[in-house]
Each structure stands twice: as C-alpha cells, then as structure tokens.
C-alpha cells in the first residue's frame, strides 16, 4: 500500500501542482490550500489516516495556519518509521521564529 501525505500550502498555481505531480505515482496524497481543506477532504476518505503533513505554515503575507498550529498542538502525528513527533517538531521550529 502507498504510503499517504497531506500537502498543504497556499501556491495551488505552481507549489501543489509540483508536488502533485512528482509524488502522486509514489504516493497517495491529499493537497489543499488550508487546513480545513485537508481536513475536509481527509474525513471524505473512510479509513484514510495520513503518514506525513507537509505544512507550508508561514505564507507570505499571513500569519500562520492558526488551524493547523492548533490541530498539531492538541494532537501531535508520529512518524512510525523514526518515531518522529512533527507535532513537536513544529513547536520547536514556532519557537525559534518568534
């Protein structure tokens, strides 16, 4: 079975196209431009839990993906392959930007 990745970021005219196209062969993805988006279309999916989130959480004139922030701090993925927590590698990375 394919591995599964949520991509998540705000350039649907160039950086979810690319990633799209260099990784659907490989893997099964979800792309969208927010979190909600990726939630919404994860929930449609029965059964489908993802093995990795690709976040863009900084887009260029917003503040971060408040959704997401919120989701990894009340329930943070692990990575089974490292046992990698991106929840906390994503609140590691918050707090060196502040």
Not at 18 to 29: C, G, P
Not at 34 to 43: A, G, N, P, R, T
Not at 56 to 72: G, H, Q, R
């Amino acid at each position: 079975m394919k591995k599964r990745i949520c991509f998540i970021d705000d350039d649907d005219k160039f950086e979810i196209p690319l990633f799209s196209k260099t990784f659907s062969d490989e893997f099964d993805l979800i792309t969208a431009k927010d979190y909600q988006d990726c939630e919404s279309e994860i929930k449609s999916r029965k059964g489908w839990k993802p093995d990795l989130f690709v976040l863009d959480l900084y887009y260029p004139s917003t503040l971060p993906d408040e959704a997401a922030i919120k989701m990894l701090k009340k329930h943070p993925f692990t990575v089974p392959d490292d046992q990698a927590s991106i929840g906390q590698a994503y609140l590691n990375y918050g707090s060196t930007q502040k």
